[in-house]
């Protein structure tokens, strides 16, 4: 069986995703551990984490920062 891909994505308050799959579940997924170094750093300012988006597999930024599907979906909060 595939992995669900990540289809549509929202910025939430707190450094939170809230990602719909394309199994049509929905999670919410804790961002802010992720946010250390130079590179993820770039996501402290919520002006830029607000510009997250889909590439049709997974979510990704402007700059190319971008989190594993799988971690998303299994790591990620069921939302009803």
Do not use: H
């Amino acid at each position: 069986m595939l992995r669900p891909t990540a289809i549509q994505v929202e910025a939430t308050c707190a450094y939170q995703i809230l990602v719909t799959f394309d199994n049509g579940e929905k999670k919410c997924f804790d961002v802010e551990p992720y946010i250390k170094g130079e590179w993820y750093g770039l996501l402290r300012s919520f002006e830029y984490f607000k510009r997250v988006t889909t590439d049709g597999y997974t979510v990704v930024w402007p700059d190319g920062q971008d989190i594993c599907p799988d971690e998303l979906y299994n790591l990620g909060m069921k939302v009803s």
